[in-house]
């Protein structure tokens, strides 16, 4: 059965408010953000960009990636790699529990709210269509916003281990996505996009022999 609008608008905000609530806040366009709010508007920018037809249950998926994930910290767990790996795991699927609660409650049907879950889960990607949209768009956003920060705060990374982070998440996306990002499209931080170009020139390289 077809959802209205005010659906639609009633499930986002519930989003937004939850999201909302992070109390880390950070600094955007000259104001204050709740960090995993303004997190989701990014995330809505860049799917406006790059899939400007996508339907409403993707939007809500795309909003919802990281819903209330201050509640999950990475402390909690073994600051190892067997503990990054658990804590990943487990946040995909508190995640998409919490954005399937809502959608239950804005008054989805059981077939939005499961094509949701799946997609802020992460299941399936590269087989699901849906999956791999919101892996794509989280890795958009990534270049364009958060991997100078990221870069920040590991000073001590060699270029290589850089290079080699920046392939695991080139592979991650699917061929559209590389030409969206290749494009120009996407705001690349310029003392970055040597590392980038060289990256995706190695990986392409790889990919052929």
Not at 38 to 55: C, G
Not at 75 to 78: E, T
Not at 144 to 159: A, C, I, N, Q, T
């Given at each position: 059965m077809p959802q209205t609008q005010s659906t639609y608008a009633k499930a986002l905000a519930l989003i937004d408010a939850a999201n909302g609530a992070d109390p880390n806040q950070v600094s955007a366009g000259g104001k204050e953000w709740p960090k995993e709010l303004?997190?989701?508007?990014?995330?809505?920018?860049?799917?406006?960009?790059?899939?400007?037809?996508?339907?409403d249950p993707m939007k809500l998926a795309i909003r919802a990636q990281h819903i209330e994930r201050w509640k999950s910290p990475r402390?909690?767990?073994?600051m190892d790699r067997i503990g990054y790996l658990k804590w990943r795991k487990d946040l995909y699927k508190i995640q998409a529990n919490t954005a399937a609660k809502l959608l239950l409650q804005a008054g989805y049907d059981d077939?939005?709210?499961e094509r949701v879950r799946n997609s802020v889960a992460k299941k399936n990607i590269k087989a699901s269509a849906d999956t791999q949209l919101l892996e794509d768009v989280t890795?958009?956003?990534?270049?364009?916003?958060?991997?100078?920060?990221?870069?920040?705060?590991?000073?001590?990374?060699?270029?290589?281990?850089?290079?080699?982070?920046?392939?695991?998440t080139w592979r991650k996306m699917s061929s559209a996505a590389h030409d969206f990002a290749l494009s120009g499209k996407i705001n690349l931080p310029e003392s970055l996009l040597p590392l980038v170009q060289r990256a995706v020139a190695d990986a392409s390289g790889q990919d052929e022999t």
């Open positions: 303004l997190y989701s508007e990014r995330m809505s920018d860049m799917l406006e960009r790059y899939a400007p037809d996508a339907d402390s909690d767990y073994p077939e939005v709210i890795d958009l956003v990534f270049m364009e916003h958060y991997m100078l920060e990221f870069v920040g705060k590991h000073p001590d990374y060699s270029e290589e281990k850089w290079i080699e982070i920046i392939q695991k």
